[in-house]
């Protein structure tokens, strides 16, 4: 399962990070390919939200 968390946008950068919930970063680029939503890279990462 995947899910969808939240976005955050760096209008200065023009960048859009994505955060999902999945058990591998396999899975949340398959999602992306099969939805057409173009991205940079896909990497492991920790939320640290108290």
Known sequence: DISYLRSTFAPEDGRCMCLF???????????????GLPYHRIVPAL???P
């Open 47 to 49: 939320d640290l939200t």
């Open 21 to 35: 919930d999945a058990a591998s970063d396999i899975d949340v680029k398959r999602l992306n390919d099969d939805a």
